[in-house]
């Protein structure tokens, strides 16, 4: 089954770090570009970060610049988000999404169930 | 970053009529060397994740239904569900993708009259 599963959410004080891990299935991990997409309580989509194939461009919305990191592992067909610092604006279920599209284009043809974040004291 | 604005915030439409959502973003996403608009719309149902329906601006994902159209050009977009069924109750995002960050609409609330 073509399957995106996301884990490691979870409760964290402001200022503290998780790291969420997404566990592709079913497809050829290696060969997608993947992003990860949030969704704030009461609030709207908003993308998160990207990375390409081979891990060589990544992408963030200004507001996690410098505190969150994305990568992957294609041999453990996993995409990761590092969180560092994090604010209670973070608070957030966090979706792992898989790319479709053409030459810096991409849309999300693929999308996992969520994992919860909240951020507070 | 690309600002995009969807109306309305909500609507009631009742059961096999036509819903009408607009979406308007603050530059073109028309890229002149493919003459493609970079927009997407997906649709969020209570508790699942995020389904995306038309990419393209108006070319619709395999296996989304034909009531589902998309239509607009350079700076202005709709989504229309000709005949709303039950099925249909969702949160409706509209997306640009020409640049990053890849930014969305607030998001527009279907309901059933």
């Known amino acids: 089954e073509v399957q995106l599963v996301e884990s490691g959410g979870g409760l964290v004080q402001p200022g503290g770090s998780l790291r969420l891990s997404c566990a592709a299935s079913?497809?050829?991990?290696?060969?997608?570009?993947m992003s990860w997409v949030r969704r704030a309580p009461g609030k709207g989509l908003e993308w998160v970060a990207n990375i390409k194939q081979d891990e060589n461009e990544k992408s963030y919305v200004d507001s996690v610049k410098g505190r969150f990191t994305i990568s992957r592992d294609n041999a453990k067909n996993s995409l990761y988000l590092q969180m560092n610092n994090l604010r209670g604006e973070d608070t957030a279920v966090y979706y792992c999404?898989?790319?479709?599209?053409?030459?810096?284009?991409?849309?999300?043809?693929?999308w996992g169930q969520g994992t919860l974040v909240t951020v507070s004291s | 970053d690309i600002v995009v604005t969807q109306s309305p915030d909500s609507l009631a439409v009742s059961l096999g009529e036509r819903a009408t959502i607009n979406c308007k973003s603050s530059q073109s996403v028309l890229y002149s060397s493919t003459n493609k608009n970079y927009l997407a719309w997906y649709q969020q149902k209570p508790g699942q994740p995020p389904k995306l329906l038309i990419y393209w601006a108006s070319t619709r994902e395999s296996g989304v239904p034909d009531r589902f159209s998309g239509s607009g050009s350079v700076t202005d977009f709709t989504l229309t569900i000709s005949t709303l069924q039950a099925e249909d109750v969702a949160v409706y995002y509209c997306q640009q993708y020409y640049n990053t960050p890849r930014t969305f609409g607030q998001g527009t609330k279907v309901e059933i009259k």
């Open positions: 999404a898989r790319d479709a599209g053409e030459s810096g284009h991409y849309t999300s043809n693929l």
């Open positions: 079913g497809f050829n991990f290696s060969i997608y570009s």
